[in-house]
């Protein structure tokens, strides 16, 4: 706790410091959701340690198999929804907005609807993806139609609807260098050159950006909050982002890497700056897959039942602590900040 070098006595504040304690997270019209990057909202807490994440990593591993990101993106289903993996980075975020808050039972059986509704690109990252534009160029309640099966029909179709316009509108802008006009059809440049209608709902530019650029831009969006930024950046833009789900969330607590009452946000918030890069997708992954499959991780099961006392080991048992299960606090928000729902299972593609 104490040293002394050259008559000067040093002291390790760690020892003194509240590993709890919560930085002010400020938010503001151009940062809603008080991303921080670089910055941990608790500076005192020094868990996880590279150490204690690839104890975990390779305990899963073992128990589960090995977890590596695809080394070529995998074509576009018109059968699952996913997490955002896929060519196209719209079609990507789009396809994780409508998987939040429901099964992906649901979540799957609208993105069949609305390709069998609207039909497919045939060019472009989104070629044999849903068509977008006919999508954008839709009513609102025929859109909530088709989506309805996946829940909140209404409030997803409305910023499935105000982001194509936001995406047409930036495109155009960048196209044409001057305000747009998003009835020609197609778009006439001031050379006398046409740009397809088709790349203007076209978010593959992000492909450019830093990992904090593109998260900043992600929630600028309606609806689209950290979680399913996260969730784009680190399976479409394949950058390696600690995306928290349901189930990452609950082993973050239950391992100690995060307060009891750490909300999702700030538990990416911290995870994003303590775990090492190169765990990132294999954690986020593992940790849905065993949230899923072993019973004592399940959300259902409970300490003391003859079923838990029958049930097989948990190989992460000797690090968990499942007191914190009914810690964490719901996010808190100053103002008004667009909505994002989570899902238990809307990582995964697998129900629990």
Partial sequence: MFAKSSDKIIVDASKFLDPNFKRIVKRGKENPYGLTPGLSPYPYRRVPTPEACEEVHRILSEFHGEVKQPEKM?????????????????????????SGNTLMAMADAAIKNLAQHYGLRTEGTGAGSINWDKVRLSSHQELVEVIKIAGNGPKKARHIKQILDMVYE???????????????????????????????????HMHRMSKDEAMAKFVSY??????????????????????????????????????????????FRHGEVMVPDHLKYGLHQLFIRHGQQCFKCRKVTKPGTKEWDEAPDCPLEHLLDRSKDEAAAKPKRNGKVKEESDSEDASSGMED
């Fill in 222 to 267: 309606p609806g689209i909050g950290i979680k399913t930024a996260a969730c784009v950046t680190l399976f479409c833009l394949r950058m390696p982002c600690f995306a928290v789900d349901t189930h990452v969330h609950k082993f973050c607590r239950w391992l100690g890497w995060v307060p009891a009452k750490a909300d999702p946000d700030n538990c």
């Fill in 170 to 204: 930036e495109n155009l802008q960048r196209a044409q260098g001057r305000p747009s006009l998003t009835k020609a059809n197609p778009i006439q440049r001031g050379d006398g050159t046409c740009v397809a209608t088709q790349n203007l709902l076209s978010l593959d």
């Fill in 74 to 98: 995998p074509s576009a289903s018109l059968e699952v929804a996913g997490c955002g993996e896929v060519p196209c980075v719209l079609d990507a975020l789009l396809r994780t907005l409508i």
